[in-house]
């Protein structure tokens, strides 16, 4: 039973590593097609259906990977459990009005490639997930805000300001989403921002304290390594004494 738990689990640790790269692409290739009819408001019906088609499309192959991970599980009950998230996120934009939460699938795929190129990088992890959020967060807010009357958010300029301050929670108040959907991904960005925020701090603290243990063991490390010596000495000053008092025996007798 072992071994048949493991061979699934290596089936899926291959799936996933021979799925990553595609993933990766086929999430920079939504981000562009979602962008491009939100930047060009005049993009001709043609182009606006063919972006369309090509969100679905990816949209269908983001649905077939977490399948044909799910068949692949061992415990699916914990797959489900563990991938809970993405499974909603996944289900969600199936209604109209959610259909920006699509962005937050695309955010965590190239999220996770990131971390893996960027590990040990925290400086260029932190940046370049930061760059996405504002990007994807632009976006979405514009997209939203721009067709109600009373919005304040009505060129890209404005929503990449907005989402700028908003991460960094400054929150200046010229800008502002008055749709529902707008204040959902102002909420999100926000929660984002204090995520990341926090990451750092962790981070940092972390590195402090390795340092400051690395720093507190190497006086123990020397002081081990005197007793060390003393005690060799010890024994050295022992064994001279017990080679002089043979020799005086000797010579005595």
Known sequence: ???????????????????????????????????????????????????????????????????????LATDRRRFV???LFDLVVLALPMLRPLRAVRLIMVVLTINRRTEVWARGRLAVYVAATTALLVLVSALAVLDAERPAPDANIASFDDALWWSTVTITTVGYGDFYPVTMTGRFVALGLMIGGIGLIGFVTGSLATWIVERVSAGADKPATATATSEDVAALRAEIAALRRRLDADATERGAG
């Open 1 to 71: 039973m072992s071994g048949v738990t493991a061979q699934g689990t290596d089936r899926l640790s291959a799936w996933e590593r021979v799925s990553a790269a595609p993933l990766t692409v086929l999430s920079v290739l939504f981000l562009v097609v979602y962008a491009v009819p939100i930047l060009r408001p005049d993009l001709s019906p043609a182009w606006r259906a063919a972006c369309a088609a090509t969100t679905v499309t990816v949209w269908l192959l983001f649905w077939a990977d977490i399948i044909v991970r799910l068949r």
């Open 81 to 83: 459990r563990e991938h």
